[in-house]
């Protein structure tokens, strides 16, 4: 994998910072990118299916292998730094760890799983915001993945990698997540989208034309700190509806596996909110299997009304959006050439995507600032994203 020349100073910059902190000598580059999640809102964790596209902005970092078990991290990003012996981490992350917790849970499943003892020194460093919604925490665990598994020759499958990058958010972070976003970062594919079965996992990769439809991820400033949201409160929700519907109506092994009939039937033994969430997960796999019919046929149109469906759900029966990631899309949708949007991401604020006609972005993205300032009084950032090439050590 070698870098674009846009590149080269975030490498040169890691690479400073590494001598700087860690002293002389050899290191290496790894680098893993971050998602957007064309369709399939929160249908991860209830065993549904999701298109995410792994992009061409992630999370690189360089790494040097120790003799002890001393893991010693920093980030060109934030200025937290963590110093730890390793024999002290335990099941859990600590408020001290901070966003270290990432990947220093994806180190404690290599010992775990893969008899890997040894520390490491390692500087992170991105080109995509943090805790906007292009998943900047599964990036880390996975570039930490890839580059463990390579210093240390475990050679495990990318599936492998992302499941143990799962496991650490899940079990060690605690945040109660699907697969997607690990699964996303690892199984990227050049001038692919993933589409994932997450009931197996199972998966497929769907071709994406970036000369037919560009995506423009229009950044609404509004920071999301995932654990602390109403994320963990959904998952908990549409468990319950889950179990309600076991009950109720017959048994299966995953709510997405449902149908609107279903959910008709049962609908008594639901309060109207415990509705609401299993409507919406039921809806967006009807959405996402005619998402991926059209892309399939090239129908760019198609697919951006699924889009647009998809936000409407996900503001209304499953509330996740906010003023700005309403605002912002609904601004969007109004301008020619603009196919669909939706927020993307958990939700609760960061970055919606608008897919677009080749060409027209940058006067797409000069409406919808005039309108969201106008709005909130500040500006939306912008940028277009393409279609990365999966997860990989970095050449330079």
């Known amino acids: 994998m070698v870098p674009s020349p ?136 996975v570039v930490t993945g890839i580059a463990l598994d390579a210093l240390f020759d475990t050679r495990l499958e990318r599936q492998q990698i992302a499941l143990l990058a799962h496991r650490a958010e899940t079990g060690f972070v605690g945040v109660r997540c699907g697969i997607m976003d690990q699964f996303a970062s690892a199984l990227g594919r050049a001038g692919q989208v993933l589409l994932l079965h997450c009931a197996g996992p199972r998966w497929e990769h769907v071709p994406f034309d970036p000369e037919a439809c560009e995506v423009l991820v229009m950044d609404t400033l509004k920071p999301r700190a995932l654990a602390k949201t109403g994320f963990n409160e959904r998952v908990a929700q549409c468990a319950t509806a889950h179990e309600l519907l076991r009950t109720h109506v017959r048994d299966l092994p995953h709510l997405a596996q449902y149908t609107v009939a279903d959910l008709e039937q049962a609908r008594e033994a639901m309060d109207e909110l415990l509705f609401r969430r299993a409507r919406h997960v039921v809806g967006e796999m009807d959405r996402i299997r005619a998402g991926v019919a059209a892309l399939r046929r090239h129908d760019y149109r198609g697919l951006g009304q699924q889009l647009d469906a998809s936000h409407r759900s996900t503001a209304t029966d499953y509330a996740v959006s906010c003023d700005e990631l309403d605002v912002i899309t609904d601004a969007a949708r109004e301008c020619d050439g603009v196919f669909g949007a939706r927020l993307t991401g958990a939700g609760f604020g960061g970055c919606a995507i608008a897919l677009v006609e080749p060409g027209r972005s940058g006067e797409v993205a000069e409406r919808v600032a005039r309108v969201f300032e106008a709005r909130f009084g500040v500006a939306p950032g912008f940028d277009l994203l393409r279609v990365g090439d999966g997860p990989g050590e970095v050449a330079r």
């Open 6 to 141: 846009s590149r080269t100073r975030l490498l040169d910059d890691l690479t400073e910072r590494f001598h700087a902190e860690f002293g002389p000598g050899p290191m290496r580059l790894f680098f893993a990118p971050g998602r957007i999640n064309l369709v399939g809102a929160h249908l991860d964790y209830s065993g549904g299916d999701v298109m995410p596209m792994a992009v061409d902005r992630g999370i690189y970092a360089a790494v040097r292998p120790r003799d002890d078990q001393r893991i010693r991290l920093r980030s060109l990003d934030l200025p937290q730094k963590v110093d730890v012996d390793g024999a002290q981490v335990g099941a859990r992350t600590r408020p001290e760890y901070g966003w270290a917790g990432y990947p220093l849970g994806v180190w404690r499943g290599f010992c775990q799983g893969h008899a890997v003892h040894r520390g490491v020194d390692v500087v992170f460093g991105g080109d995509m915001p943090m805790a906007s919604g292009l998943s900047s925490s599964a990036a880390i665990e």
